[in-house]
């Protein structure tokens, strides 16, 4: 008899097509490949500020949540780090020169409506920080090699403090594995899992709506 699949495998498979759609929108192209200027990345720091804002106010109120509470890791936060990117990409008033794109707006009204539950926030924390801890360090390569930001203007990228990242990952997955869900539970996690690549996707489509003047000449 074999053995039954781990979930967070089940929800890696049943997200994959979201992920490559993700990764292949042309605004992602463009930047691995080193064809975004300074501005053209600056433009999604903003959106990721909004963004993480919203998760990490679902994470303030789920902490002590049964399911969710062990989920949320206090290094894995990304507003201070953001914070810090964008002062120094922006200047000392960036926060008054930023505002976040209609998809954004989407976005975080999603995680506002559904963070509060543990599957909601547990499928938009899971999209967000595990593929940033990965598939994140190919664009912090990008951005030290080609605009030389190695500190402030990248920290958004930078999750040392929680050690290896395999066994970080690890971690995480252990959780998703041994979390009390019920099979419909599981179900619904997947579907909103599934919907928060889809906002993903959306963000980066508003921002290739200016991909010509992000490109590098």
């Known amino acids: 008899m074999s ?12 997200t994959r097509d979201g992920h490559d759609r993700a990764q292949e929108s042309p605004y992602i192209v463009a930047l691995i490949a080193g064809d975004l200027s300074r501005d053209g990345y600056t433009a ?8 993480y804002a919203a998760i990490e106010a679902a994470a303030a109120a789920m902490r002590r949540d049964p399911v969710a509470g ?30 976040p794109t209609r998809a954004t707006e989407a976005y975080r009204a999603r995680v506002a409506e559904v963070g ?4 909601g926030f547990v499928a938009h924390h899971y999209t967000r920080y595990l593929g940033d801890i990965a598939g994140g360090q190919v664009i912090r390569a990008r951005l030290r090699a080609q605009h030389g930001i190695t500190g402030a203007g990248a920290r958004f990228y930078d999750f ?10 690890d971690r995480y997955r252990h959780l998703l594995d041994t979390a009390p869900w019920t099979a419909e539970q599981r179900a619904e996690l997947i579907a909103e ?4 690549y889809d ?7 508003d921002l290739a709506d200016d991909l010509d003047k992000y490109l590098v000449a």
């Open 116 to 119: 509060h539950t543990s599957v």
């Open 3 to 14: 053995e039954e699949i781990p979930f967070s495998q089940s929800l890696r498979q049943a």
């Open 160 to 169: 040392d403090d929680l050690g290896p990242a395999p066994v970080f990952r």
């Open 70 to 99: 062990p989920f949320v890791v206090d290094t894995l936060h990304r507003l201070p780090a953001l914070a810090t990117d964008l002062a120094e990409l922006l200047g000392p008033d960036w926060q008054a020169r930023i505002q």
């Open 44 to 51: 999604l720091a903003a959106q990721h500020y909004f963004i």
């Open 199 to 205: 906002l993903n996707t959306a963000v980066f489509t």
């Open 193 to 196: 899992s599934r919907r928060a």
